[in-house]
């Protein structure tokens, strides 16, 4: 079956640094992924939607500059955070759209706990 | 008023027993309805899927879909200790091509 692979499970850093997590279709070709922000007891919120090789489509009152979402291949997706605040603590995850037949073409990543102190 | 609207719980029930879960949308245009489970600190892994109204049953899960209602449902049988977790619905308008509406997600804790 499809799998996805993201990396890191969980970072801290300092406040103001930049911190990039990826996200990679390990046994099929995504030529889409999508990027949620989870709070605590809360649900997936949809940020951006990348497609390989365009620029990535954010949603309403998504920061662009401040998270920069790359799709430069076909298995690799990447999210940076940059200058890191507190208020971005939160678990990141990604889903990368396959095969119908793989989870029925939504398969997620295991997320990442991002901690900003 | 939210897209799709679910209990968050929290829902305790004793092994064996029967669990309902259930959501409600607003928006008629979605057609396909998913049911996720994810624990802690994970990411979500799919459960069921169905396209349209009516029932799909996969083991100790059914999901059953009412358009006329707007109103979905997860029914888990002879629940076990292993289906402690948050259960999220989602659902989209065009299948694979479209992006997921999740629900807030119910956390379901199953007792010994």
């Known amino acids: 079956g499809a799998v996805v692979s993201q990396h890191p499970s969980w970072v801290i850093c300092k406040s103001g640094t930049s911190v990039k997590i990826e996200c990679r279709s390990l046994?099929?070709?995504?030529?889409?992924m999508f990027w949620y922000r989870q709070f605590p007891k809360q649900s997936l919120m949809l940020m951006a939607t990348?497609?390989?090789?365009?620029?990535?489509?954010?949603e309403q009152g998504v920061e662009k500059d401040k998270f920069l979402i790359n799709h430069a291949s076909l298995t690799l997706s990447t999210l940076t955070v940059t200058s890191a605040h507190p208020e971005d603590s939160s678990f990141y995850i990604c889903?990368?759209?396959?095969?119908?037949?793989?989870?029925?073409?939504?398969?997620f990543g295991s997320g990442t706990r991002l901690t900003v102190v | 008023q939210k897209e799709v609207e679910q209990d968050p719980g929290p829902l305790s029930v004793p092994e064996g027993a029967i669990v309902s879960l259930n959501c409600t949308y607003s928006?008629?245009?979605?057609?396909?309805f998913m049911w996720y489970r994810q624990y802690s600190r994970k990411g979500p892994e799919l459960l069921m899927y169905?396209?349209?109204?009516g029932n799909k049953e996969d083991g100790r899960f059914t999901a059953q879909v009412d358009k006329s209602s707007k109103y979905i449902s997860l029914f888990i049988r002879d629940s076990q200790p292993s289906d402690s977790a948050t259960y999220l619905c989602?659902?989209?308008?065009?299948?694979?091509?479209?992006?997921?509406?999740f629900g807030t997600g119910t956390r379901l804790q199953v007792t010994l």
């Open positions: 989602a659902m989209s308008p065009t299948g694979t091509a479209s992006k997921l509406t």
């Open positions: 889903s990368a759209r396959g095969q119908v037949r793989d989870n029925y073409g939504y398969t």
């Open positions: 046994d099929f070709q995504a030529t889409t």
């Open positions: 169905t396209y349209s109204s």
């Open positions: 928006n008629s245009a979605f057609q396909y």
């Open positions: 990348s497609n390989e090789g365009s620029k990535a489509t954010y």
